[in-house]
């Protein structure tokens, strides 16, 4: 997510609207900033936490600012309140990279892709160790190669990414 945010950037900073500094989401701001940075390595990357999973109205306010403060691409994670930072997005013509679920259809001409984390295949894998007995009361971590988080596509960004961007993407 990050790594696109860092191609996709004409101002050269982009921003992130996370929920609260717990483990997850901290590990998204980090990781948006270091994949930002690993394809650009100048890009001025700014965070700010919501401080609440549901204040949209402050997650937007967050965001404008950030966007008056030169970020063309932004982020937000956590539950509602990134529906402010989508809001901003669209009224202030930045770009957004989404989380979660894919709601491309909510802004196909601001959501460029979304950091998917892919639910079902979570469910699923619970689900079918209880049938056959085999769960443990343990944290199980399903990442790219389990299928349990992903990128969504490009949709209408696709032809604005060059070949050689998305093959770089892929590779991170």
Known sequence: AGAVAGLMTKSGTIGNIPAIPVPTIQEYDEGFAMGAK???????????????FTDI???????????????????????????GTLQAAKEKGALMIGTAFDASEMAPDTIVT??????????????????????????YLLGLNDNGIGLAPYRKFDTVLSEQDKAEVQKI
């Open 38 to 52: 690993r394809v650009k390595p100048d890009v001025k990357v700014v965070s700010a936490y919501v401080g609440s």
């Open 57 to 83: 109205a402050k997650a937007k306010e967050i965001t404008s600012s950030m966007i008056d403060g030169g970020a063309d691409v932004v982020s937000g994670i956590g539950n509602e309140n990134v529906l």
């Open 114 to 139: 979304t950091a998917l984390i892919n639910f079902y295949v979570n469910i699923d894998m619970a689900i079918g160790k209880v049938i056959d007995g085999s769960i443990e009361p343990k944290n």
